[in-house]
């Protein structure tokens, strides 16, 4: 094949620059314009051919940012569980906080009163027993019939003990009878458990005014329990005709499912006849 001869290079490189010059000048313009639809063709042409990489392009940048949005969100999901652990962390942390004041002002509040700290170890809510097993026993001072109270008011009294546990008849059992006092007015009577989220202040003649939401208390008689003991709130006031004692209900102060720190009143403990 001949070479393209040299000779011809430097006429065509003439030619070719001074059609650019006349193009530059507005010149040409009828070739321009039969370049016109080449160019529309070459434009679809590159539109067509490249159109199928533009997408696998622009598909691919959308799923390298999807796969980093998922990266993000586990990360985002991983932060808030631990943060959610440490507030449940510090929330118990306060809760126990609270407890403890709770404790240490019912001690200070009742210096006559020889307490040993405990926590209760086991519930026993039958339909028959309420009870409960606390951490404290004969090693500790407690004996039958201690007082266990809480900051929030009387819990029970012991029924058995060992060296180191006992055994605690909640307020609400049907067997549990408390020597009480409705603190406003002074009027006694005798608490008495139902087996039931309630109990029963009987013995306070139906000439006797009580009323919704008056403080029950230990009133101290028979010794078995100290005076002046938070028992429960009253809730309910019925004059039967006929009946010479009204029916009284009385919900306890203490949460008797809820609970977990108490105190046993030791021996040494000041209570009023």
């Keep these: 094949m001949d070479r393209f001869p040299t000779s011809r290079i430097v006429p065509v490189a003439i030619a ?5 010059v ?12 039969g370049l016109s639809p080449v160019r529309e063709g070459y434009y679809i042409a590159e539109r067509v051919i490249t159109a199928p990489f533009r997408f696998a392009a622009s598909a691919w940048a959308d799923y390298v940012a999807l796969l980093d949005t998922r990266r993000q ?20 942390l306060e809760l126990e906080n609270e407890k403890l004041r709770a404790m240490l002002d019912f001690k200070t509040s009742h210096p006559e009163l020889k307490l040993s700290p405990a926590r209760i170890v086991t519930h026993d ?21 201690t007082a266990v109270v809480a900051p ?8 058995s003990v060992t060296g180191h546990t006992s055994l ?6 049907p067997t549990s009878s ?35 939401g008056s403080t029950v208390i230990t009133s101290g008689l028979g010794g078995r329990f100290p005076v002046g003991i938070r028992i429960g709130q009253v809730v309910g006031v019925k004059k039967d005709p006929g ?16 609970i977990d720190s108490v105190f046993g009143v030791a021996l040494g403990a000041q209570a009023a006849d």
Excluded: W
């Design 16 to 20: 070719a620059a001074v059609v650019i």
């Design 22 to 33: 006349l193009l530059s000048m507005g010149q040409y313009r009828s070739l321009s314009s």
């Design 73 to 92: 969100n586990k990360e985002l999901i991983r932060e808030l569980e631990v943060l959610k652990f440490k507030c449940q962390a510090v929330r118990g």
């Design 125 to 145: 809510i039958t339909a028959m027993f309420r009870t409960v097993v606390i951490d404290r026993g004969t090693l500790d001072g407690l004996v039958p019939d």
């Design 152 to 159: 929030e008011g009387l819990l029970g009294r012991v029924i």
């Design 168 to 173: 605690v008849l909640l307020i609400t059992d």
């Design 178 to 212: 408390v020597p009480a006092m409705i603190e406003e007015s002074g009027v006694k009577g005798i608490v008495k458990g139902t087996g039931t989220s309630t109990m029963e202040l009987e013995y306070v003649r139906s000439s006797e005014m009580v009323d919704i």
């Design 243 to 258: 009946k010479i004692f009204l029916r009284i209900t009385v919900r306890p102060s203490v949460d008797m499912s809820r």
